[in-house]
C-alpha cells in the first residue's frame, strides 16, 4: 500500500457526519499510528446545501456517487447510506470491483448480500469491513475473527438493539406504558420517529445475530425464516408481575450450534435479576461469547448513535491502513459452508404465559386441561383477579416443554371464549 | 513474509503445555485462516522427562532456550518461562536481536522491560506481542491498540486479578475468614500454593495496570512509586459490615489523567452492589474503559488459566502470521511520552474506616476530634459494641477527603491507645 491513502465518505447523515469531523481532526494521530497519510477526495450526500458542522468542499462534492469512482483515484471508501438495496449496494459493488477498500456499518446490507459481497472483496483483494454494523463501538467482529481466533465458538447471545432495551428498562423503572415510553424514546433521539418496526419487531437485532454466526460457524449468512419475536406486544403487566417473580424482561439476540445444527432467534427472554446479562440496561448493548478454550467472554458497550459507530469505522480504517488484510468473514469465501437449520419446533425451554380471561368458574380448569393434553407441565401458577372487569391474569410458568407444543396450545386458546385476548408468551433464558 | 513459519515455544508449564497442544491440532485452521503453514521446530524446558499431554520429540528438544537461536532458523518464539529477569529476558532480547517475532504472556517482563523490549523490535522489525499479560483471554490490549485506536482514553478501570476476586467472592458468600478462604482458593489451584504475596498484595494487579496505561495513553512504562494496597488486611468483619451497607469490597487497578498527570492505583474499593463492576464474582475479570467518542466500553472474562491465556497468545500468532505488524504498544517508540505523576496526597475521596477501640467513655469523641481537626467529616458512623470483649468496632464512612488528611489521622489513631490496632481504610469508588 502506497503512503497517501485516498479516502471517500457517501451519505452525510448522522454518522457520515460525525465520521467526517473525525477524518479531519485525527489525520495526525492516524499517520502516528499507521505510517500513512490519509486525504479526503470525495464527499457524497443528497443535499450539499444542508447545515452541518463543517463547511463542504464544493471541489470535492459528489451529488452523484457513482461519479466518485468513475473521476477519481479512491483508496478507501465509506458508505454510510444505510438500506439493503439500490444506490448502498451499487456504491459498495462498484467499489469493490475498482479494487476499493469498502468499509460499512449497514447490517442491512451485510446481513443480505454479506457473501456476494465479501467474495467480491476477496476476488478484488481488497477489504469489507463492517464493524460498525453490529453493536456499534462494541469490537465484538474483530474479537470473534481476531482475538478469538482460534476458539471453538459454540454460541453467542447478546442485547442487540438499544432501542428496545431502553423501552424494556424505562418501563420497569417508571411502570409506564409501552406506547408512553416509546414516545420518550423517540424524544430522547433513542428510538426513531413514527414507528420504528425494524427495531421494536427484533429485525434489526436478527440482522445482527445473521453476521454473528456467519463469523462465528465459518457459515455462509443463513437465510432461514426463524424464530423472530419483538417487544410491541409486552404489557406493563408482564413487567410487574416477571418483576415480583425476580426477573427481568430482555429482548435477546441469541445463535448456537444444536447438534452442528444452526439455531438463530431473537425474542424476549426473561432473565434473573441477579445475572449479568439482567444488569444490562438502558440503551446499552452487550455480547456474550462461549467458546473453548476461551470460555464465556463478555463485551458491553454503546450499541448505537455516532460517537461509538465512528469508532467502529475508524478502527475499520486503521486496519487497513496497517495492511492487516484478511477475509471478510474470517476464512477464504469457498470453505465457508451451509449448516441446516436446527427444527425450532423441538426447542425445549421454560416458558412464561399470561392469559387473559373471564373470571367465573370452570375457566381455570379449562386451560390447565389444554395445558395436560400436551404435556406440558406446570411449575408455578398465579392468578390475579380483577374484580371490577370481572377478568383474571393467569401466570402460569411451566416446566420445560417443547415449543411445538407450547404454540398448538395457544393455538388452541384462541378457540376458547373465555379468553380475552392473545396471551401473552415470553421464554425463559 | 514467507508461507512455512517455523515456531519455537520455550517454558512448558501449564501454559506452554497447553499453547503445544493448541499450536499441534489448530495448524489447518490457522492456514485456513491467515494463508501460513506453521511448523514446530523448537521446545524447551527445564526437564525433558517430566510427564506431559504429549510426547516431546527428542530431535526438536532444547535444554537450555539460547541454544535455540543459535541452531535453528526461527521465525517466531513464544516465552512461556514467567519472571522479570534471567533466561526469560535474555532468550527475548536475543530473538528480537535475531530478527525472531517474540510472544508472551509475561507481564512482569513487560511491565519492567517493555520500553526496552518494544523499542528492540521496532528496530529490528518485528513484532512484541503480549495480549495474554493483562486479563488473559480478554482482548484488552488488541481493543486499545486497534478497536480504540482513535479515541481519547481517560480512565481505566478494572478487577484484574482473579485470585484476589475469587477471596473476596468467597468471604462473602460463605462468611469465612481470609485465611480459610485462601486455603479453599489454593486447593482449587485458584491461588498459589504458599504465600501468593504478588497476588494478595496487589502487585500482580499493578504491573498490569501500568501496561494498560502505557497502551492507553501512550507514554512510557512508568516507574513511579504508587498508590498500592493488597486485600490481606480485608476482615470477614468489614465484608459483613460493608454489604449491609449495600457495598461489595473489590481490588481494583485504576489509571486515570487528572489534570494531565497520571494517576496509577490498586487498592480495594467499596462499589455499590447494583453497579456492574460490584456483580464480576469470583475468578472473573473485568475491564472499562471510558474513552471518547466510544463512552464506557467493557470487557469481561476468564483473566487467568492456561485455556483462556492461550487463546490469547494463539490470537498475537495469528495476528503476526497476517502481517499485522505494528508497534508495541501502538505508536513508534520516540513518540511514547513520560508523562508526570498526579500527587495521590492530593487524591479526594470519601473512605470506609473500621477502627477497634476499647469500649469506654471518651473514645468516640476522641476520634471525632482527631478526624475534625483534619477537616475529615462524617457522613455515617456506627458503633458495634462487643460486650464480651469490652471492645467496639467503630465505622465511619467519610465525605470527600484529602488522601493526604486521611493518612495523617491513621498516623495519629496509632498513637492513642484506645485504638487497638491499626485501622482498616478502604477507598470508595
Known sequence: MKNKINIAVVGL?????????????KKKDIELKTGKKINLVAVSAKNPNKKRKFKINRKIF???PLNIIKTKKIDILFEAIGKSDGISKKIVVNSLKNKIHVITPNKALISKHG??????AEINKVNLEFEASVAGGIPILKTIKESLATNKIHKILGILNGTTNYILTEMEKTKKSFSDVLKKAQALGYAEPGKPTLDLNGYDAFAKIRILSALAFNNKISKYKCLMEGIENIDSKDIEIT??????????GITELINN???????????????????????????????SPVGESILQGEGAGAGPTSSALMSDLLSILRGNIKYSFGIPDFKRKKINAYNSNNYLNSMYLRIEVKDKPGVLSQITNILAK????????????????????????THKSKEIDVQSCLKNFRLNKNILKRPTLIRLL
Chains 1, 2 share one sequence.
Do not use: W
Not at 457473501?115 to 467480491?120: G, I, N, P, T
Not at 418483576?243 to 435477546?252: E, F
Not at 427472554?269 to 449479568?276: I, R
Open 13 to 25: 447523515g448522522q454518522i457520515g457526519n460525525y465520521l467526517m469531523n473525525e477524518l479531519i481532526s
Open 62 to 64: 459528489f451529488r452523484n
Open 115 to 120: 457473501d456476494y459481497l465479501s467474495k467480491l
Open 243 to 252: 418483576n415480583q417473580l425476580n426477573y427481568r424482561i430482555k429482548l435477546l
Open 261 to 291: 445444527k444452526l439455531f438463530e432467534r431473537v425474542h424476549p427472554c426473561l432473565v434473573k435479576k441477579d445475572t449479568y446479562i439482567g444488569n444490562v440496561n438502558g440503551v446499552m448493548n452487550a455480547v456474550i461469547t462461549h467458546g
Open 374 to 397: 400436551r404435556n406440558i407441565s406446570v411449575e408455578r401458577l398465579i392468578q390475579i383477579p380483577d374484580h371490577k372487569k370481572k377478568t383474571a391474569s393467569i401466570v402460569i410458568i
